[in-house]
């Protein structure tokens, strides 16, 4: 007896029959508080922002005393946007920084770290969109004055920026916000620009105590980058061979030109202006972090669901009365592959998006240095549909300053819309087309089709025969040129064939609905092209943005412009020695690439010069205005600097209409 007890007691082999397999435990991750809190680190970090602008405050002010330069920008003043020769890089790296911290703001629990208030969330999301700009102002603000101060309080800002925010990413690498890993990954553009402030402002500090950083801002003037671009386009061009521009390209060349256009590869003697720079990275940035919003906020949950499929799928499949399959088995095997299919189809969206937003940053490059070049020479129709004013302006102004936000925006929107268009179209493709081929079941878009092939032989047989009688009884060719005939026979087909060609119309309207809407869906995030026709494109407000953007960054920034201002800075401070360099200078003859030797100039090539620099005064489209035949034409008779074409007309009807009437007069007198 005490054995059998025993024997039971010890005997566990009836707990295991007809078991089922446990389900791994689903993972729970709690809140993680790190070492380094968020509140007391932006409590002091705040205090410490403050101390630096008052000790830049001071120093900009002496500068200003001391410094007989004028132009030097203020404390108000952070970076000099307007500036194509500076470096970019700090610039680029806080707005990336900030960038950052604003997509954080939209899913923190807390916008503000130093109160955990959850009543009054937006007004404190409201405070904290002004917070975070004020918080990193200095660390932009140190390389304002290019003064050794400036850059030691900018390494030592930087550091503890950088040096913090690892320290709490590697005590709470997992939080429980969307995913485990989200505010790790979401993070990792900030440590990036943070550790590229980290190394570039000890780099600067280096370069002042050597002595190779510019002191001063106008050094802009100085720089040797205008008078490079203006040698560039004073350089005469070598011709091309006539045969080969005359003849047709083959069809790879024009493949691989197509394909070189959206590719962008740098030029020496042109460089972005330095809102573009910071709009390229932080359009890159709202890229990232909105694929991996939408990749970590949706893929982890179909896994989990994928995962957490039964048997009792079948009876909730049966509810609806979709039958699968009679083995409930087979009906989880075949619910978690369509899973997997979905999950396949929304990650291969979110990855078509980021290639197709990648393929079309490389394009809008490639066009803003278009669009720059062409409104530098003054080629204004080539870059706008109609007669513009190059000048500054009010809205002009208000989309310059905001033309670097709303390029991260359209790319968010963009980034969103497509992925579910995309995630849409690979659905239709999979489950309606390639599933039901390789399989040979649920073949019902195909037993549609099938159903009406009369219906398409029909459709395609009228097109094909409207094309091969084009081409072959209508149109004849005679000496060169193509002309009509058959005529009668012409107006006979197009009156019979006209219900067919109803029907056709209604396909092509859907086509062009489904083209229009991909296209306008692809090039949602680019602000360089217009998704409105060119006659009303004034309505689109992304494209209305890039316009007035150019209009300020041409009309302050255009280097041939800043190549003169610097000239006429250099010669005033000319010694006796370099009287004939100041003259050169004055001529433009400096800009030009001459030899070294001093070659003997003749008097017929001197003559030519100078009626070179007559025809060039005379047709110079600036100094028409001042010209005693047009000071009486009212200023809306120019724009642009050149007289508009109506009033010129009209000028000369005047002018030939007062030449009549003395006529008629000295007539009526004889």
């Known amino acids: 007896m005490s054995a059998e007890a025993g024997k039971d007691y010890y005997d566990y082999s009836d707990w295991y029959e007809n078991a089922l397999p446990t389900k791994p435990p689903v993972e729970i991750i709690p809140p993680c508080d790190p070492t380094a809190d968020d509140s007391l680190y932006h409590i002091c970090i705040a205090a410490i922002s403050l101390v630096v602008m008052l000790i830049l405050a001071v120093l900009a002010r002496r500068q200003k005393v001391g410094d007989t330069l004028k132009g030097v920008p ?4 952070p970076v000099n946007f307007l500036d194509h020769t500076q470096h970019k890089g700090l610039s680029v790296a806080v707005f990336g920084v900030l960038f950052c911290r604003i997509v954080g703001l939209t899913l923190a629990p807390n916008p503000l770290p130093f109160t955990k208030d959850t009543q009054y969330k937006e007004y404190w999301l409201i405070l904290a969109l002004f917070y975070y700009p004020a918080l990193y102002y200095p660390l932009l603000a140190c390389g304002t004055l290019h003064n050794k101060v400036g850059y030691v309080l900018g390494s ?26 989200y505010a790790l990954l979401s993070s990792l553009p900030q440590i990036a620009c943070l550790a590229f402030l980290s190394f570039q402002y000890p780099l600067l500090l280096f370069k002042g105590l050597k002595g190779t950083e510019k002191s001063n801002a106008s050094e802009d003037l100085k720089s040797s980058y205008y008078r490079d671009y203006v040698k ?39 460089r972005f202006p330095l809102k573009l720079a910071i709009s390229l990275v932080v359009a890159f940035i709202a890229l990232y972090q909105m694929a991996l919003l939408l990749f970590t906020g949706v893929v982890p949950t179909l896994q989990i669901v994928r995962r957490g499929v039964d048997e009792d799928i079948a009876f909730l499949l049966a509810g609806f009365n979709i039958i699968l399959s009679d083995d409930r088995k087979e009906v989880v095997k075949i619910v978690v592959y369509y899973m997997w299919c979905v999950e396949v189809c929304y990650v291969s969206a979110v990855t078509l998006s980021c290639l197709v937003n990648l393929a079309m940053f490389m394009r809008s490059m490639v066009l803003h240095r278009s669009n720059l070049r062409g409104l530098y020479r ?11 004013s190059i000048r500054p302006s009010r809205p002009a102004l208000v989309c310059w300053m905001g033309y670097t936000s709303y390029q991260a925006s359209f790319i968010c929107l963009g980034m969103i819309i497509q992925t579910l268009v995309f995630f849409i179209c690979l659905l239709f493709g999979v489950f309606l087309v390639i599933i039901p081929i390789f399989y040979g079941k649920n073949m019902m878009l195909f037993h549609i089709i099938g159903r009406m092939w009369p219906f398409w032989l029909m459709l395609f047989l009228a097109v094909l025969i409207q094309h091969l009688t084009s081409r072959f009884l209508f149109i004849k060719k005679e000496a060169g040129t193509r002309d009509l005939t058959n005529r009668g026979s012409l107006f006979l087909l197009t009156y019979l064939l006209f219900p067919v060609n109803v029907l056709v119309g209604m396909l092509l309207g859907i ?25 009303v494109e004034a309505f689109d407000p ?6 007035h953007y150019l209009k300020i960054e041409v009309s302050q920034s255009h280097p041939v412009m800043k190549a ?6 250099q010669c005033p401070g000319q010694d006796k020695g370099s009287g004939q360099a100041a003259r050169d200078a ?29 025809y060039t005064l005379v047709n110079n489209p600036s100094l028409v205005g001042s010209r005693k035949h047009f000071q009486r034409q009212s200023s809306e008779s120019f724009i642009n600097g050149t007289l508009n074409r109506s009033s010129k007309e009209e000028s000369k009807k005047e002018g030939s209409t007062t030449e009549a009437s003395k006529e008629a007069e000295g007539t009526a007198s004889n």
């Open 156 to 181: 030592l800002l930087s550091w503890t920026h950088f040096g913090v925010l690892v320290w709490q990413k590697v005590d709470c690498p997992r939080t429980p916000q969307i995913y485990k890993y």
């Open 542 to 547: 992304g494209y209305r943005c890039y316009a």
């Open 378 to 388: 003054g080629d204004i129709y080539n870059v706008y549909n109609c007669q513009r």
């Open 564 to 569: 003169f201002c610097g000239l006429l800075l």
């Open 74 to 77: 203020g404390l108000l003043s």
């Open 586 to 614: 004055e001529e433009g003859i400096q800009l030009v690439s001459q030899d070294k030797k001093q070659n003997k100039v003749s008097n017929g090539k001197r003559a030519r010069g100078h009626w070179y620099l007559l």
């Open 511 to 535: 086509w062009r609905l489904v083209i229009t809407a991909l296209f306008n869906i692809v090039h949602l995030g680019r602000l360089d092209i217009s998704l409105l026709n060119r006659n």
């Open 232 to 270: 560039k386009i004073l350089k005469k061009k070598k011709a091309s061979n006539a045969s080969a521009s005359s003849s047709r390209p083959k069809l790879s060349e024009r493949i691989s030109d197509a394909f070189k256009s959206y590719i962008y590869t740098p030029e020496e003697v042109f």
